[in-house]
């Protein structure tokens, strides 16, 4: 049997701004729905970590446990390899992988969890498939995914429907689903999931302080120009790096409007194997 590989494209790279973000997240505002079905001996799989600042958080909450960090992307490990040894957190392992095709036996972990993954991946079914093949009997798998669709902001400044338009067309041409936090719950019952084992629930990320803003609004000005983002978006003839420039220069404006908000929604869904 071939082991099955990811068709998609990662839409934002690892651009230092896209990072930015990433080290941001932690376990409570990027996996506040799970922490509460965190038990200290439980064995974690994080799906797609990153540079490991929400794996290492979860890492704390299971003291006689393990957790793994999973990621395809291997040079961004070694970010989340020095967070762990800064931290002194020693019950975590961090691997290069695909979640595509998982090299664990079934029934492996207590929680399988992956966090704004399943948007950026040609078969988002699969994947949660495979999570919950190595999810033990009685085990969770979690995900958490945003949807681009619904993000809303404040105020309208000119040109930011258009920068939505564009990421949304984007991402779709990279083989991914921008607006996947609305259907995450279908693609579990699709993955084998019984409807009444799985819980969704909805939480958004606001920015809404002058710091905020400036951080959300600087990160997105310079990857709109400089990560993954502008080169797959040329490549493809989907924009030039004129019109880039143009969104960038959008958000700023943005960015600059006294009364600045921004919510990024995210579906999430907890299923019981």
């Known amino acids: 049997m071939s082991i099955k590989t990811e068709a998609a494209t990662y839409t934002h790279g690892h651009h230092a701004s896209v990072l930015r973000s990433h080290t941001w997240r932690t376990a409570l505002n990027s996996a506040g729905f799970l922490l509460p079905h965190i038990k200290p001996h439980m064995t974690i799989l994080d799906i797609g970590c990153g540079p490991g600042t929400i794996t290492v958080d979860l890492a704390g909450h299971v003291p006689e446990g393990r957790v793994i960090g999973l990621e395809r992307a291997a040079k961004v490990l070694e970010q989340a390899r020095a967070l762990a040894a800064d931290k002194g957190v020693e019950n975590i392992e961090f691997t290069e992988g695909d979640a595509n095709s998982l090299s664990y036996p079934d029934d492996t972990f207590d929680i399988v969890f992956c966090h704004q993954v399943l948007q950026h991946v040609k078969d988002p079914v699969g994947i949660l498939r495979e999570m919950r093949r190595v999810a033990k009997p009685g085990g969770i798998v979690a995900a958490r995914e945003s949807d681009y669709g619904a993000f809303t902001w404040y105020p309208e400044v000119a040109g ?37 084992s799985i819980t969704s629930t909805v939480s958004s990320w606001c920015y809404s302080t002058g710091e905020e803003v400036a951080w959300w609004s600087g990160l997105w000005a310079e990857r709109t120009v400089a990560s993954s983002f502008a080169d797959t978006a040329i490549e493809s003839g989907i924009a030039t790096r004129d019109q880039l420039a143009e969104v960038a220069e959008t958000w700023r404006r943005w960015g600059n409007e006294d009364d600045a908000w921004f919510s990024v929604p995210s579906g999430e869904v907890l299923c019981i194997k």
């Open 160 to 196: 930011m429907k258009e920068w939505q338009s564009l990421y949304r067309k984007l991402a779709a041409h990279n083989g991914g689903e921008p607006d996947a936090g609305r259907m995450v719950h279908v693609w579990a019952k699709q993955a084998g999931f019984a409807a009444d």
